[in-house]
């Protein structure tokens, strides 16, 4: 698939208008000076010869620093040069640093400073670090070019792979395996080798680096680097993924079977790796997915299906092996229901958070993946994710318009002579505007952006766009004008509706004053025309007088064309326009000339009494012309159409042979077939394969064994010999990284909390098919190993959601059986777990001293347990059993939250309906203590600005609860509570109801408050849905319409949307609305509307909801209020309910 | 001027005269913003960026993710910016060498290494004049020689060891209308593109977590990689570690459904006389659904057709420039007050003897409404964990124009 940057070198120059005169003869040299680089031009060897001649050219400014000014031009050279060889053999580290600082500024300018080599290398072993890095940068630069000379650094280099400092083992790697020097390659290999044990994971990721390096340099070392990367593949730093995935992807991206083992765990790790690592690893999960699991759309749509395939094979079979190995694309369907993979669908839902992320290129590379391999319902997501990136630089919105209007297009599957609408997903269609275009966008993207407009176009939206394109016509930028008449054209042909209104614009445009766009607008109208030639003689008509003013060569031949194919609608003008062009025939252009000859032919056996002797001119005139191709067709024409003795036999078939019906041209999208690219890859840019390109390949068509993923137990055990070099360097980045030790510092906490959730979520993945109760039991087990204080933060996050939990039935958790996917990787990351914690102990002191970071906010760390975890008891009280049960939950909690593609919000909301009970404290996190709450949706008493919720509690310990109440509560501002009073004693078994009430300010904060007992305090937060921030009133419809009318404008939130099937019934609407927020209804006389109204408790606002339902089941719903935010979150709430 | 022309290898040198395929395309596109940004040549691929007036060019032998290089090259030109306050060809000129250090250490074999600039300020330190005369004075570098230690954590945004006397957590919030309005004064196209900026300086490890009064309202975001995506997932707040100095928190968009307000709107009336050299400009602009607030900082920009030779205009209120080249006019409005609307009025020069504009030029429009974020969008709090000291906490506010046009 990708490789990556062989060789970038960053050109740079200064743009604007300098730039713009410099560039009009980039060899010529300017007089300013010639610029010496140029010279560069020549073959490599040659400049190296004439070198000393060729750098005599006048001082650069660059060059200011540099003492002598450059007078005697072929003198100076040599001296400047002996100078700098002078500083460089001095014992100053200034001087040599002030000498190198120049030759890297040669350097940097294209200028030759190869003769310098004997005396930068000398210097490599300098003390001053920075005189040293910039002799490495020379080296790398020269180093190819005087392999003896470098030679002598060698040694060095392996001095400081031996160096106790990280980074500089790491640097003499690094230049090391730069140095293109065949000799060393033995050198080299052992280096990678044995870097890719080092105990720093900073030196394992440059060794990483490495190994292209060296496979460029000599591809015989393949074998041996395989092993290496297998190795490096098995790291399970994020630090390393990247890299080593980019040097599979270089080295060996056909040995897929290497990715096996690791696939789950670059799934987890994905979201930590750094930006660049997850482009590539992204991209190489792709390819590896479509070689493993079975596609998602197999049962979507047999027919269209197909039709895909066949177009895959087509471009496969041939193109590519591993295409053809599983392209059994004929075998026709007899398919089981399919069933996503676990380890498919895991990949899918570890991506998915990538969206979000603000490097382009990842975006763009997860918009990929769901693109190819996500089912057709889940690919919509990124839509909005890619729209976004239209807000970046230009250069992105480049590249990802390019790949949007492949993507928009993909969903017009051809079918016949015209092509039809097959599925139109349109998942850009709701950001149409988006790809709306502004006057100062540049031209390319503005043709870009109209590619993606016209594809989007359908019967809904199309008045819209046409409006749109009207808008563009005008425009300054002639070449965006004449693509926008294109992209009429192509809307006219797709969306037979707008036909007659679309030629009646371009007509319409015939008069435009612009040629261009008259021209432009004349070869589209042939185009149509072809479509429906009967009803368009007067267009036909119109255009013939044309001739005598359009001079563009395309539109005269387009016309001449339209008059000869349709002359009988024109028969009176057509040898007319003949006689005109017979007349001109000599200075016209040969696209011209040829339609003559073709106009001529057509009207010759038609009306031959009225043009024989025309075209008899004509031919004439063509038998004598300068291009070959005229005269040629000429010769031709005349043989078919006048009868002479021995061609008898064609010439009178030459009627059917003229005037044939032509079959009318298709006006598609050139990026109509781009997708067999790889979306995003460089290829797919150039509708061209780059070197290097992977060819994604065809889904299998039976699925490969799931079972190569499974991780057994031995794979890190295997060896003894590597198990004890683990050990040696675990503690170091153990440490640093925050695996979850007990001395966790704080910037690891985050860290392990998501590595947890990961591998939570990676379990569930790998049994979720056969049950998922289990994996929550290994979850348990695995838990207990962990730290308890991580553990409490993530609980303490997730809270909130505890009522999930109710999903896995408690009686389940002492079940034990599983499945081998998960067995097997829990005892794993088991094995891994214990095996940390030895290391913790064994860890040396040294290390400690050299991660400053995790010393030094050791407590802090504390200090966020403290803040966070408030209402659990100090890890050390902490009874063994309870967490294991809480982490069952807390697996359920985080298993919702990565399956569930809705937003949060929602699903708390749905079940509340005003009765349901939502989960405040769980009984195990409360030590016994059970606490819900519902919504009472009555009149709190106290206060009518509250809301008043009643809470239960149960006691579940066997001891009794005594004092419960509201401690301090932490409220943001505004929201204000009223506490209930004091529940003396709760016996165990014994459960009661109290009811307080809460004024949240009309807004949907969370009100954080403590639960007190004598012995314990509990944090907990109640956040409202926004229904329940109201309460009905009660309207006429008069009323009602009255104060509608006064909440419009920025008040009035509507939104469209269709019932589904099960909730057409008033009752159930009714239901559903009153569920989800505490309205009253209004009476209303049409049956088809439903109308509610309430005001907001505390500012006392209206709220009015209003629902128009078509039997059909299309509705619009429209909520009128002067809270915006309230109405928005309203109308996003009722939406969702009445939709499930 | 001189002209500059910086090069860098990785692996193997390509010789220089692949970038003659670059200037060719360069010469062929009229603007230097329609220079394809990926550009193929038989043996080699082109991929450039073009920003602060220098184009930033880089060859590419194999397939690769188009956007990965661009988006690389603009990291670049970032990590510039930071270092020399600008960038410019100026600025890469006068540092040339540390360029070459940081293109050294940003990547290796085309694969990149560091970019975060917290890490790359450990390795090589910025240019400062006090800098270099205490390094010419004792001899030390400008190039550290341990790894940073966020190159190794999982937090490598952060660097190490930081520490400030005066704490301090600052955040903007700054939003920009992206709009489109026709002729008649309706809007086609209206949104809200927001971004925080932070600009933090904080001691030692702070965890933070900033909360929104209606974290609802935001649409569509794009984190910086500081951020716990499953924090943000189930209650909608931003909880970070954050990288030392300025840095982008987030990006969104605020959800389409509500409506946007356009704060000014504006009277045109631009006509060109057929057959006569001259036409009548004359625009105003007023404010709209202000909110209380004064619009300030207004510009208006046009880009008027090639025939037009010269303007001649009267504002009411501010100045106004023509440039005859680039046919641009600039209106530099300034502050709105109800009371006198500020207008531009005058007469237009054009060719004599060429056809008559067929379109109005439409009117770019750049505003600023300080302390209101346009959707609503209110900070609740922002709370500090990790640290013990009391670190003082600053959110402003700031609308603006974006991509604001108004057909005419």
């Known amino acids: 698939m990708q490789r990556f940057l062989q060789l970038p070198g960053a050109a740079v120059r200064p743009g604007g208008r300098e730039a713009d005169q410099e560039a009009a003869s980039p060899v010529l040299a300017p007089e300013g000076g010639a610029p010496p680089w140029y010279q560069a031009l020549q073959p490599e060897e040659l400049r190296w010869l004439q070198a000393p001649e060729e750098d005599t050219t006048p001082e650069e400014s660059l060059e200011g620093p540099c003492p002598e000014p450059g007078q005697g031009q072929s003198q100076s050279q040599p001296l400047r040069h002996d100078d700098l060889k002078a500083m460089l053999d001095t014992n100053k580290d200034s001087l040599k640093l002030e000498a190198m600082k120049r030759i890297v500024a040669m350097i940097a300018r294209g200028k030759n400073a190869s003769d310098l080599f004997p005396a930068v290398v000398k210097n490599v072993a300098c003390k001053n670090i920075e005189v040293k890095k910039l002799v490495y940068v020379y080296l790398v630069r020269y180093a190819e070019e005087q392999q003896d000379l470098a030679l002598l650094s060698i040694s060095t280099f392996q001095r400081g792979l031996k160096d106790p400092n990280q980074l500089i083992r790491a640097s003499a790697l690094r230049v090391l395996s730069s140095i293109r020097v065949p000799i060393i390659v033995p050198i080299m290999m052992l280096a990678i080798k044995e870097a890719a044990s080092d105990m720093s994971p900073y030196v394992r990721k440059t060794a990483a680096h490495a190994i292209p390096k060296l496979y460029s340099l000599d591809s015989d070392q393949k074998d041996q680097l395989i092993e290496v990367i297998e190795k490096l593949l098995a790291d399970k730093t994020t630090l390393v993924a990247g890299s080593v995935v980019m040097a599979f992807e270089e080295v060996c991206p056909e040995r897929i079977d290497l990715i096996h083992k690791n696939y789950r765990k670059l799934c987890n790790l994905l979201i930590d790796v750094e930006e660049w690592g997850q482009v590539v690893i992204i991209s190489m999960l792709t390819r590896y997915a479509r070689t493993q699991f079975l596609s998602p759309t197999q049962n979507e749509s047999l027919l269209e299906e197909n039709s895909e395939k066949a177009f895959y094979g087509s471009e496969e079979d041939e193109a590519k092996g591993p295409g053809s190995e599983e392209a059994a694309s004929t075998a026709l369907p007899t398919r089981k229901p399919y069933v996503m993979d676990p380890d498919h669908r895991l990949l899918l839902r570890n991506t998915k958070p990538l969206l979000q992320s603000r490097s382009a290129a990842v975006v763009m590379a997860v918009a990929q993946l769901y693109f190819h391999l996500a089912p057709k319902a889940e690919v919509g997501v990124i839509a909005k994710a890619l729209v976004r990136l239209l807000r970046s630089h230009s250069e992105v919105q480049y590249v990802v318009l390019q790949n949007v209007a492949t993507m928009s297009i993909k969903r017009r599957v051809s079918t016949g002579p015209r092509p039809a609408l097959v599925v139109q997903q349109g998942m850009f269609e709701p950001y149409l505007k988006s790809f709306y275009i502004r006057s100062t966008d540049p031209t390319q993207i503005k043709i870009l952006k109209l590619e993606v407009l016209t594809n989007l176009a359908n019967e809904t939206n199309i008045p819209t766009v046409l409006r749109e394109f009207q808008t563009y016509i005008r425009s300054m930028d002639k070449d965006f004008v004449a693509a926008t008449i294109q992209a009429i054209g192509r809307c006219a042909t797709n969306i037979g509706r707008v036909r007659d209104t679309c030629l009646n614009g371009l007509v319409q445009l015939l008069s435009n004053r612009d040629e261009l766009v008259v021209a432009e607008s004349v070869v589209v109208i042939k185009k149509l025309l072809q479509m429906q030639p009967a009803q368009h003689g007067e267009i036909i008509k119109h255009l013939a007088k044309l001739t005598d003013n359009i001079q563009v060569p395309m539109a005269r031949a387009s016309i001449l064309w339209l008059i000869g194919e349709y002359c009988e609608h024109v028969p009176r003008i057509a040898p007319d326009v003949l006689r005109k062009m017979a007349k001109s025939f000599t200075a016209e252009e040969d696209i011209v000339k040829l339609q003559v000859i073709n106009l001529a032919a057509k009207l010759y056996l038609t009306n031959s009494k009225q043009t024989k002797l025309l075209t008899q001119y004509v031919l004439s005139l063509a038998k004598y012309d300068q291009n070959y191709d005229i005269r040629d067709r000429a010769r031709f024409t005349r043989q078919l159409i006048v009868p002479s003795e021995q061609g008898g036999a064609l010439s009178r078939h030459a009627k059917k042979l003229f005037l044939a019906p032509k079959p009318a041209p298709v006006l598609e999208s050139s990026f109509k077939d781009r997708d067999h690219f790889q979306l995003g890859s460089l290829s797919h840019l150039l509708n061209a394969k780059a070197t290097g390109y992977q060819e994604l390949p065809d889904w299998p068509e039976e699925a490969p064994d799931p079972s190569v993923r499974n991780v057994e137990v031995p794979e890190w055990t295997k060896c003894s010999n590597r198990e004890k070099r683990k050990e040696k360097e675990k503690p170091f980045y153990s440490d640093s990284e925050g695996e979850s030790g007990p001395t966790e510092s704080a910037d690891s906490d985050p860290e392990s909390e998501s590595e947890s959730e990961s591998k939570s979520s990676s379990e569930s993945g790998s049994g979720e098919s056969s049950s998922e109760s289990d994996n929550e039991d290994q979850e348990e087990d695995e838990e207990k190993g962990r730290s308890s204080e991580s553990e409490q933060s993530e609980e303490e996050g997730k809270k909130k959601k505890m009522k999930k939990r109710k999903k896995v039935p408690e009686g389940q958790e002492g079940g034990s059986s599983s499945d081998e996917g998960s067995d097997s990787s829990s005892s794993s990351s088991e094995s891994e777990m214990t095996s940390e914690t030895e290391e913790e102990q064994v860890e040396p002191a040294s290390w400690r001293k050299k991660t400053p970071p995790s010393s030094k906010s050791a407590p802090a760390a504390k200090e966020v347990s403290l803040l966070d975890l408030e209402d659990f008891t100090p890890p050390s009280v902490q009874p063994v059993s309870p967490p294991t049960v809480v982490s069952t939950s807390l697996a359920a909690d985080l298993e919702g939250l990565t399956l569930t593609d809705s937003p949060l919000v929602p699903s708390l909301l749905s079940p509340v309906s005003g009765a349901g009970r939502q989960e405040l404290l769980h009984r195990v996190a409360g030590e016994g203590l059970a606490v819900d709450y519902t919504f009472s949706r009555q009149p709190f008493s106290g206060d009518p600005h509250m809301v008043s919720v009643h809470i239960h509690f149960s006691n579940s310990s066997d001891t009794p609860i005594k004092g419960l109440h509201v401690g301090t509560p932490k409220l943001p501002p505004g929201i204000s509570i009223q506490e209930f009073p004091e529940i003396e004693s709760l016996a165990p078994g014994e459960s009661t109801t109290v009811v307080m009430g809460i004024n949240f300010c009309d807004s949907t904060q969370a009100a954080n408050f403590q639960l007190c007992t004598q012995t314990r305090q509990f944090y907990v937060s109640i956040q409202p849905p926004v229904g329940e921030l109201m309460a009905p009133v009660f309207l006429s419809e008069n009323e009602f319409k009255k104060e509608q009318a006064k909440l419009t404008g920025m008040n009035e939130i509507t939104e469209k949307l269709t019932l589904p099937d099960t909730c057409r019934s008033d009752h159930i609407v009714v239901q559903k609305v009153t569920a989800t927020a505490n309205l009253g209804r209004v009476p209303c006389g049409t049956s088809d509307e439903y109308r509610f109204a309430g005001r907001t408790l505390t500012s006392g606002s209206l709220v009015l909801l209003t629902l128009d339902a078509r039997p059909t089941g299309a509705a619009q719903l429209t909520v009128n209020s002067e809270k915006m935010v309230i109405g928005t979150m309203l109308v996003k709430d009722v939406v969702q309910a009445l939709t499930q | ?408």
């Open chain 2, 1 to 408: 001027m001189s002209l500059g022309e910086y090069e860098k290898h990785w692996k193997s040198v390509v010789s220089q005269s692949v970038c003659d395929y670059f200037f060719e395309a360069q010469e062929k596109a009229a603007d230097v913003e329609n220079v394809p940004p990926v550009i193929s040549t038989p043996h080699h691929y082109l991929i450039s960026i073009y920003r602060d007036k220098l184009f930033f060019v880089s060859v590419i032998q194999t397939e690769v993710p188009p956007l990965f290089v661009i988006e690389f090259l603009h990291r670049v030109a970032d990590t510039f910016q930071d270092y020399f306050g600008e960038c410019s060809e100026a600025a890469i000129k006068d540092n040339v060498v540390i360029v070459y250090e940081l293109l050294e250490e940003m990547l290796d074999n085309g694969f990149p290494l560091a970019t975060e600039s917290n890490i790359l300020k450990e390795l090589i330190k910025p240019p400062t004049i006090l800098r270099s005369v205490v390094n010419s004075i004792t001899g030390s570098s400008n190039v550290g020689d341990t790894l940073p230690t966020g190159q190794l954590s999982n937090i490598p945004w952060r660097r190490a060891g930081v520490k400030y006397t005066n704490n301090e957590a600052y955040f903007d919030v700054v939003e920009e209308i992206d709009a489109i309005i026709d002729k008649s004064g309706s809007t086609v196209f209206a949104e809200i593109q927001g971004v925080i900026d932070a600009c933090i300086k904080l001691s030692g490890m702070p965890d933070l977590s900033l909360s929104f009064m209606n974290p609802r309202l935001l649409d569509d975001v794009s984190f910086h990689p500081c951020i716990r995506f499953k924090r943000w997932e189930s209650e909608r707040v931003l909880s970070f570690i954050p990288p030392d100095g300025n840095f982008r928190l987030i990006s969104y968009r605020v959800s389409s459904q509500n409506l946007v307000a356009i704060p000014v709107y504006v009277k045109h009336s631009i006509s060109f006389k057929e057959n006569s050299s001259c036409g009548r400009f004359d625009i105003t602009i007023g404010p709209k659904q202000n909110m209380g607030k004064t619009i300030e900082a207004i510009t208006v920009t046009v880009h008027m057709p090639k025939v037009v030779l010269n303007m001649n205009l009267t504002p009411t209120q501010g100045s106004y420039t023509f440039d005859p080249v680039t046919k641009v006019l600039t209106w530099d409005v300034g502050k709105i007050t109800p009371q006198k609307l500020p207008s531009l009025k005058g007469l237009v020069n054009l060719q004599s003897g060429a056809p008559k504009p067929e379109e109005n030029p439409s009117l770019n429009i750049q505003f600023k409404i300080q302390q209101l974020a346009i959707s609503g969008l209110k900070v609740n709090r922002l709370d500090m964990y990790g640290e013990k000291y009391k670190p003082f906490k600053g959110v402003k506010y700031v609308t603006k124009a974006g991509k604001f046009q108004v057909r005419t």
